[in-house]
């Protein structure tokens, strides 16, 4: 799951061009399927969206949940695509976006009336 913050004036127009560059960069670093999008938008009055000296209004912060098993170098590798790829398709700067990388164990993962260690159907692999 990844939600996304920002201020609603600026995130609310580039919704759909953000959930799809986020989403490629997904499946480009770590193989998702195109039905393995989970994206929730949270536009923030500007009032309530405090962020470092420095940044624009294009602040964007992006919250990667997934379960554990990723190498650090392949986290790394998607952090510095979603870098690239938003600067270039959507022209937000490196420095107005802050992504975290939040991983949790299989079995802290609920879905389809399971734990995540439980599930053997993925269609992606998580120790990539």
Request: glycine share 8%; net charge negative.
């Amino acid at each position: 799951m990844i939600v996304i913050y920002g201020i609603k004036q600026q995130l609310n127009p580039i919704k759909k061009e953000l959930s799809d560059v986020i989403h490629q960069c997904m499946q480009e670093v770590l193989g998702f399927p195109e039905d393995k999008r989970a994206h929730r938008f949270i536009p923030m009055a500007k009032e309530d969206f405090y962020y470092p000296g420095g940044r624009s209004d294009a602040y964007t912060v992006i919250e990667i949940n997934m379960m554990a098993g990723r190498k650090v170098d392949t986290q790394k590798a998607l952090i510095k695509t979603l870098f690239q790829n938003i600067e270039e398709k959507l022209g937000i700067l490196p420095v107005d976006i802050e992504i975290i990388i939040q991983e949790q164990q299989p079995y802290q993962w609920g879905f389809r009336g399971m734990t995540g260690d439980e599930v053997n159907d993925l269609k992606y692999k998580v120790n990539v």
